[in-house]
């Protein structure tokens, strides 16, 4: 069984950075890919930004050159670095984990961006 932990979220103003952190433990196996997805009241989840064992990345439109999705070399921690912040990124952001070992989700960690 894989687990997740997310760590970074909090209230900042807009303009401001915050970095999200996931870190996978368990019988995680091979990674596929590590994503972050959010969910804002009311809206569905969307899919912000994803990274692949090879690197690949992802971003939604609405975040691209804002934010950027990074691991750390052994693979099982994944950040995302979020610049440049807007009220529509407020939202509850939940790591997602796919391997050769199953799949999984995190908590969710909040991230609110309001003046």
């Known amino acids: 069984q894989v687990q997740l932990m997310e760590s970074g979220g909090g209230t900042v103003q807009p303009g401001g950075s915050l970095t999200l952190s996931c870190t996978a433990s368990?019988?995680?196996?091979?990674?596929?890919?590590m994503a972050w997805v959010r969910q804002a009241p009311g809206k569905q989840r969307e899919l912000v930004a994803s990274?692949?064992?090879?690197?690949?990345?992802y971003y939604a439109d609405s975040v691209k050159g804002r934010f950027t999705i990074s691991r750390e070399n052994a693979g099982n921690t994944a950040y995302l670095q979020m610049n440049s912040l807007k009220p529509d990124d407020t939202a509850v952001y939940y790591c997602?984990?796919?391997?050769?070992?199953?799949?999984?989700w995190g908590e969710g960690t909040q991230v609110t961006v309001s003046s």
């Open positions: 997602n984990l796919q391997s050769n070992g199953g799949g999984a």
């Open positions: 368990g019988s995680i196996g091979s990674i596929y890919y």
């Open positions: 990274i692949t064992s090879a690197d690949i990345v």
